[in-house]
Structures are given as structure tokens and as C-alpha cells.
């Protein structure tokens, strides 16, 4: 998939219970999209996302996670640290900063940065 396709809304967003997004485009198009039945989610970018502090609201039920080759310099999205279902979180090849609110994810079983 070359970017994200202008057909891809709120609406098709929540018809998938798991999802890969490969693009070069920001992400900022999705944040805060309404994902309820969404419980994996993969992203590979390209070191430039823009997510905003609202990105994961919408994915209350997420259970995987897993990102790599993006950019969280300063600091991780505020909406991630508040999924409170999520078991496994993987983030490879990523740029972090402070990391430290991970451990409000209760959760979490599996953490692997690589």
C-alpha cells in the first residue's frame, strides 16, 4: 500500500480486528479514529510519524502493538500508556525517549525493544 488510501476512514478503520500499515505518510490522519474491535496493530514507517497524544484513544481493545522504524523522541504518545488491554508491545528499530510511563501498562506480558 502506497501511503494511506483517502478511502480508509473512521468507519472502514473499525471493521478489522487486526491491521498492518505500511507507509511513508504520516499517521496523523488516523489519530483518535474510533477502532473498538481493532486488537492488532502494526506500523512500519519511515523515523518521521506524527503522531499526536490522541493516536491509540480509539483502540481501547488493543492487544498487540508492534512498531518499528519510527520516531518517539522525546516521548511516546500519551494515548499508548493508557491501553489498558494490552499484553505485548514490540517497538524495533525505534527512536525512544523517555519510555518511562510504559509501566502503567499493567498489562503488558510482553516488551521487546530492539
Known amino acids: ?14 471493521e478489522y480486528t487486526a ?4 507507509s511513508r505518510d504520516d499517521y496523523s490522519r488516523l489519530s483518535g479514529v474510533e477502532a473498538e474491535k481493532l486488537q492488532i496493530l502494526i ?14 484513544k480509539g483502540m ?3 492487544k498487540v ?10 516521548s511516546l504518545p500519551e ?3 493508557k491501553l489498558t488491554k494490552l ?3 514490540c517497538m524495533e528499530r525505534c527512536k525512544l525517549g523517555d519510555i518511562k510511563q510504559l509501566s502503567e501498562l499493567v498489562n503488558l506480558l ?5
Open 43 to 56: 506500523l512500519k514507517g519511515d523515523m518521521s510519524p506524527n503522531f499526536d497524544d490522541s493516536f491509540f
Open 60 to 62: 481501547r481493545n488493543l
Open 1 to 14: 500500500m502506497e501511503g494511506i488510501p483517502r478511502w480508509f476512514d473512521d468507519e472502514t478503520f473499525n
Open 110 to 114: 510482553v516488551l521487546s525493544l530492539r
Open 79 to 81: 494515548s499508548l500508556w
Open 19 to 22: 491491521m498492518t500499515l505500511r
Open 65 to 74: 502493538l508492534a512498531m518499528s522504524n519510527m520516531n518517539f523522541d522525546p
Open 87 to 89: 499484553r505485548t508491545l
